[in-house]
C-alpha cells in the first residue's frame, strides 16, 4: 500500500491528518480496490507526460481562440490515450468512471468535446445504424473524420417530437433532402460542430411519399475533411461566448434542399426499401421515438458522475483551505482554523457527505450502464433488458437533475466558504461552476427530465393498490411492494439523537416519504383529470408533488446503495466515519421535505424537527477532525486541482504570492496609462 | 404620463401585456414618482450620448486588458457626469437610488471602481480626516489624483482587529513608518489599487512609544501621479483575473518601512501632538476602534441595493424569454409558453416578488442612509444619531447577507429558465452571476456580517424579560415590545388559504419566528455560557439559531416596508397586485423556517404546511397574467439590459440569429484548422 498510496507532503494540514479516526489509505482501498488505484495513478503518469495538458496557468485568462485550440489539441489526443480507450477500460467497470472523473476534473473542454464527437457520434451509430456505417466508425476511430450530434433546435429542445428539420425523400435520384424550415428549425448547441466536425448525427423528419414517419437519424457530411471548410447548401457555425466550457466548439446547422445518399440513414429502426418504400420493424410510432433518442441515457449516467467528480474539486479546495485559514480566536493572538466554527462546519460538511454519496452512488450507476450495454450487444434477454433499460432512463433522468443541483449548491458554497481569495480566478472555484452549469440544463433540462422518473413512478401506484408484487432489475423499487403498509404503520417515534442517525431511521423515513409522495401526486392527479386535460393535470402536479416525488425516491435510492458499500467495510474505524457521512446526507437532504413530514403526518411532534437539527450539528461537530482525511482519499493530485488554495501541502498563502505576484500584468503600468491622466470636467 | 412612460414597441409580448390586470404605468408612477421617472429618463439619455458606454457587444469576449481599459475610461467618464453628482442626487433621496441601480446594471465594474476610487475615499476623509485633508478631496474631484481604500490584508479580511499593518510614529522625524509584517500582512483587493490609484487610504495600527494605539486610518501615496509608477519602498500590483468585475484593477501593497508625513494621519479619532504623544476624544479603545470602521455601513446599505438592480435585470430576461418561449403543448401544433407551466411559475413567479420587496426596501434603507449622513453632517442629537447609526449597522449587516442570498438564487434560476439559450454569453445572464458573486464576499463575508445583526437582537431579550418597551429611530424592532405576548399567544389557527394569504397572517407568523428565534439563540447561549468560553458559546449558537433569527428579523422588516408601501398605492388594480407579491414573498421565504415553526410548536397540525403550499400555487397562478407586465414596471431599457433574449420587443429568435450570425469567428474557418487533420495513432 506504500507504493500505491503516497504520503502527503508534510505542511500545515499535518494538524488535521493527524486527528483523523481512520487509515485515509485503508478507506481509499476500500472505496477504490488495488486495481483502480493503479489504473489512476498510471493515467495520472500518463497525462503529466504531454505538453498538451500542460501550461494551465491560472492566472492567465484565456482568448476565446486560445480556450478553443487547447481544447481541439487536448481532445485530439485523448483518442491516442490507450489507458482511456474503449477496449482497456471495460477491463474493470470501475476504469470508465475513474477515467470520466479524471478527465472531467483535468480538461473538461476536451473531455466533453472528445465524448461528444466521438464516443456519442461512434455510440448512436452502433444503436441506430447498420453494416453499412461501420466505415464512418472507422474513419471516426483513425481521426479521418470528426463527428457531432445534431438533436437540439434552436426552438426545441426538451420537446424533441417538436423539431422542424425535415428529410424527404427523392424516389427518383434515391437521396434525402434535408431542409430546416426557418432560423427556429437550424440545429443548434452541437457539441464539435461549431468549427470542426466534418459529420453531423442529424435528427429529422422523415418524409416518404408525403408521410410524416417521424424523427430519425442521419449521416450528413457538413465540412470537406482535407479543407474543413462547409459544403453548399449548408450553413454551420459556432454558437459563440458561453458562460464556460469555451473550449468546445458548440455550432448550428442551417440546411437548404441539401441532398445525402440514401444510405446515410441510420436504418435499423426504419428503412427505404429499392422501391422507396418506407419499411420498419416497430409497428408502434412512439415506441420507435423512444428508440431512436434511447442512446440518451448513457450522458444522463455520465453527467451524474460528472457531478460527483467537480464536487470532489470543489471540496478539496474548500476544506483544505478552510483547515489553513484562521481568523478570530478567543484571544487576540490565538486565531482559529474556519474548520473549527459551527458555521463553516454546516456549510462544508454535509456537501462532503454527498460528494461521498455521489462518488458510491455513480460507480455503481456507470457500472451498471456498462453491464446493461454489453448484454445489449450480447443479445440477451430482450424483455430483461427492455425492464432494465426503462429502470436506468428513469433513475439516471432523476440523478441526473438531483445530482446536478445538489453539485451547484456545494460549488457555490465552496466559493463563498472560501472568501474573497475564492473569488479569484487563481482559487480556481469560478471555472468549476462555471462548467458545472452546462450540466443543469443539457442533456434534458433538469424540471423538464426529472418528470420522467415521476411518470414512471406513478404508474405503478394502480399496481400497489392491487397489491402486486413490486421489483425492477436494479432493485430500485422493490420496498414499493410494502407501501401501503409503509403508508399505515410508519411514524417518526424517535426520542434521541443516536437513533435518528441510525440507518434504519433514516431509511425508514425516505421510504415513507416516497410511498406518500407517490400517492399524494397519483391521487392528485387522478383529481385534476375530472376538469382538465391530461397535459394540464400533468403540467399541475409538478410542484410540492412529483418534483419532490422523484427528488425523495433518488435520495433514497443513493442511501441504499451508500449503505450497502459500508456494509463491505472491512473495519469499523472507516465503517463509523462512513456512516456519519450516510447520516449527515440523509438528515440534511430532509431540509426540502420537513413540510411533507408533518403534512403527512409522519410526524406530528415538535421532535423531528428538533432531534434532527441537534442530529445534524453533532454529526458536524463529530466529522471535523476527519474532514481533511476524508478529503485527501478522494482528493485529485496538485497538477489536476490546479487550485492556489487547495493544494495538498496547504502552502496556501505561498501559493497564493506567488500567484498574484507571476500574474503578467501584476506590476506593471498598463500600456494605457496616459488616459488615466487628470481630464478637465467637461462641461455637461 | 404619455410623454413621462414610453410604450413598449408592439410584438410578441403583447399577449401577455394585453392580459393584465393592472395599468403598468399607474404602477410605476406610483413606485417611483414623477420626479424620479424624469431623472431617470434625464439619465438613461445623457448615458447613451458617450461612446465610452457603446460598443458592449454581447458576443464578444473582451480580454482582460480591454476589460480594464474600458472600464477605467467609464469610470473616469462618470465623475463628469453632473446628474450623477453628490450635489445632484441629493435634491431628492430617491435620486442615489436610482443612480444607483442604473450604474449597476449598465457598466457594474465602471460603477464599482468609481465607488470606491471616489466616494468611498472621499467619505472617509470627511469622516474621519480634519482641515489639513481637504486638499485631498479637491484633488480627487479634479481627476488630480485616484485614491483607493486598503482596510483588508491577505491574511484578515473578517477580523479588522488582527491586521498586521503597522504604522509606527519616529518623534524626531515627525514622520509615520509604515511596515507589512510579511505577505499576510500585505494590503489586498483595494478597489483602483491595481493600476490605477495614485493614493491609499490605509488602516495601520498606530504605534506611538512603543504603545499600540490600534487601527488608524492613514493617507499614503502609492502612485507618482504624473508617471503612475510605484514610489519606492513599497510593492503595489494587480490581484490578477477574478470570477467577474474584471475591469476593477483590485489591488495589493506591501510596505516596506515606508515613510509618510505627520499630517497623512486622518487625526478625528485620534492625533499626534507637537511633542510626540498621542492624543483621542475617545477613552474606550473598542468606540474608537468602532468609529475608525463607521463608514462601512453605507457600502452594506449600497450592496442591498445593487441586489434588486440585479434581480430586476436578470428577472427580466427570463420572465420576457418564458413568455416567447414554447415548449410542448396539449397539441403536436399547439405548443405553450413556459409561463404557462406550473413548475416555470414557481421556479419564477417568487423571484419576480422578491425584486418588487427588495426594490421597495431598497429604496427605504438608501434614503434612511442619506438622512442619518446630512444629520450627522448637521451635527444633530448624538444620543439619536448614535442609537440610528447602530439600527442602520445592524440593518444593514443582515439586509446585504440575506438579499445577497436570495439574489444569487434568483440569478441562478433565471439562468437556468432559460435553458441552453441561458448558457450563451449573448444571454446575459452568466456576467450578472460572476458580478454579484462578489457581493456575497466582500464588505463583510455574509455569514459573518450576519451576526453584527444578531448580536444586536440578543440584547433586547433581557430588556423584554424586563418588560421594558422596545423601540429603535427606524422602528425595525418595535414590535417586540409584545415579544412575551406573542410568544404565549400567537399559533397559526388557520384553515383556509384566502386568509394564510392576508398580511395579517403573514407579518404574524414572521413576528413569532423573530420573538421565538430570540429566545431560543439566547437562551442556547446562555446554556453554552455556563460550559464554555464566550467566544466558543457564541460561535455554537449560529447555525439553526443566530443566522435564522436575524434572516427573519429582516425578511420580517423587507414585509414590512413593503405593506406600508401598498398602504399608500392609489388604486384597488395596484394593491391588490402588489399584496400577491407582498403574500408570495412571505410564504415562499417560508420555506427555511418549517421545521421552526413546528419546532417551537407555532404549528402543532399539518395545515400550515399544506396551506402555504397550496397558497404559493394559487398566487402563481393569480400572477402569471400580470408577470409580463410587473417586469416591464420596473425593467432597465434595452441599451442597459443588453441581451438577445430579454429585449422589450420579445423578438427572442431574430435577435439570437443576429447575435450568433455576427460573432466574430462565427463561420470562419478557424487559423489552426490544419492542426485538426487526421494525426495517426500514437503507439502509447
Known sequence: MVDLIKNFKSGPLDVYRKKSTFDWKKLKLFLESEEVIKYENDLYEELQQYSEF???????????????????????????????????????????????????????????????????????????????????????????????????????????????????????????????????????????????????????????????????????????????????????????????????????????????????????????????????????????????????????????????????????????????RRQFGPTEDNEVSLLEYQTHQYRLFPHLATTYVLRVFSTWLVEALYKFNIETALGSNKDEQAALGMEIHAISSASKAVAGWITKYAIQECRETCGGHGYLKAAGIGSIRDDHDANLTYEGENYVLIQQNSNWLLKLWPLILNKQEISSPLESINFLTEALNILEH???????????????????????????????????????????????????????????????????????????????????PIRDVLLKLFALFGLCSLEGHISTLYEGCFATTPQLATLREEAILMLCSNIKNDAIALIDVIAPPDFILNSVLGSSDGEVYKRLQTAIFSSPQSMSRPSWWEELKPVAKCKL
Chains 1, 2 share one sequence.
Not at 506 to 512: A, M, R, S
Not at 552 to 564: K, N, R
Open 54 to 324: 500542460r501550461g494551465n496557468n491560472v492566472t492567465v485568462q484565456r482568448t476565446f481562440e486560445e480556450e478553443r485550440i487547447v481544447a481541439a489539441r487536448q481532445s485530439n489526443l485523448l483518442r491516442n490515450i490507450k489507458l482511456l480507450s474503449l477496449e482497456y477500460t471495460i477491463q474493470n467497470f470501475k476504469f470508465p468512471t475513474t477515467a470520466n472523473r479524471i478527465r472531467t476534473q483535468f480538461i473538461p473542454s476536451a473531455a466533453i468535446k472528445f465524448t461528444v464527437s466521438n464516443t456519442l457520434f461512434v455510440n448512436a451509430i452502433y444503436s441506430l445504424g447498420t453494416g453499412r456505417h461501420v466505415k464512418f466508425i472507422t474513419d471516426i476511430e483513425n481521426g479521418k473524420i470528426s463527428g457531432c450530434y445534431c438533436l437540439t433546435e434552436i426552438g426545441h429542445g426538451s420537446n424533441a417530437k417538436g423539431m422542424q428539420t425535415t428529410a424527404t425523400y427523392n424516389k427518383e435520384r434515391q437521396v434525402f433532402i434535408l431542409n430546416s424550415k426557418d432560423f427556429q428549425a437550424a440545429k443548434c448547441w452541437a457539441g464539435g460542430l461549431g468549427q470542426t466536425a466534418t459529420h453531423a448525427l442529424v435528427y429529422a423528419h422523415l418524409i416518404v411519399n408525403n408521410v410524416n414517419q417521424g424523427l430519425h437519424c442521419f449521416i450528413v457530411p457538413v465540412r470537406d475533411p482535407d479543407t474543413l471548410l462547409a459544403y453548399p447548401g449548408i450553413t454551420v457555425g459556432d454558437m459563440g461566448v458561453k458562460i464556460g466550457l469555451n473550449g468546445i466548439d458548440n455550432g448550428f446547422l442551417i440546411l437548404n434542399n441539401y441532398e445525402i445518399p440514401r444510405e446515410n440513414l441510420l436504418n435499423k429502426l426504419g428503412d427505404i426499401t429499392d422501391d422507396g418504400q418506407y419499411v420498419t420493424p416497430f409497428k408502434d410510432k412512439n415506441k420507435r421515438h423512444g428508440a431512436a433518442l434511447g442512446t440518451l441515457s448513457g450522458g444522463r449516467v455520465m453527467i451524474t458522475a460528472m457531478c460527483e467528480a467537480y464536487c470532489t474539486k470543489a471540496l478539496t479546495i474548500a476544506l483544505r483551505y478552510a483547515a489553513i
Open 490 to 572: 410508519s411514524k417518526f417515534n424517535i426520542y434521541n439523537i443516536e437513533e435518528i442517525c441510525s440507518p434504519k431511521a433514516i431509511i425508514d423515513i425516505y421510504q415513507w416519504l416516497v410511498c406518500y409522495l407517490l400517492k399524494k401526486t397519483y391521487t392528485s392527479l387522478q383529481d385534476k383529470l375530472t376538469s382538465q386535460s391530461h397535459f394540464w393535470a400533468k403540467s399541475s402536479i409538478q410542484v410540492f408533488k412529483a418534483k419532490n416525488l422523484s427528488t425523495a425516491f433518488i435520495q433514497h435510492l443513493m442511501l441504499q446503495i451508500m449503505l450497502q458499500k459500508i456494509n463491505e467495510a472491512p473495519e469499523k
